[in-house]
């Protein structure tokens, strides 16, 4: 599946991983299951997340420089953060290039 082919909105609950930190193998990950969110998608790959139950593990140092969302089809949305609100309710991320799926 192509990225253009998913829908530009998405609401469901997914498997979460954050990675914490830049420098390879001494970043640390944390895993969420079920998390609810909402994913908007724009043309130009930058995908906004909101999280609901998250608030202080978004604002954790290091800062979340990647994040991996596995949908309930099994399709793997990928990319790197570039952006983290103030208030910890949605990340901004940069889609890696293709779209994962099962």
């Known amino acids: 599946m192509k990225s253009n082919e998913l829908p530009t ?7 979460l991983t954050l990675t914490y930190g830049i420098a390879p193998g001494l970043g640390r990950q944390a895993k969420y299951s079920a998390q609810p969110i909402l994913i908007c998608r724009e043309l ?10 998250l608030g202080v593990d978004l604002l954790k140092s290091p ?11 099994g399709t793997l949305l990928s990319g790197a953060v570039t ?12 889609e890696d290039k293709g779209v ?3």
């Open 63 to 73: 800062a979340i420089s990647h994040a991996q969302i596995i949908l309930p089809d």
């Open 9 to 15: 909105e998405i609401s469901c609950e997914v498997d």
């Open 100 to 102: 994962n799926r099962p």
């Open 44 to 53: 130009a790959k930058k995908t906004s997340v909101q999280v609901a139950n």
């Open 83 to 94: 952006k983290i609100s103030p208030c910890g309710t949605y990340f901004e991320m940069i």
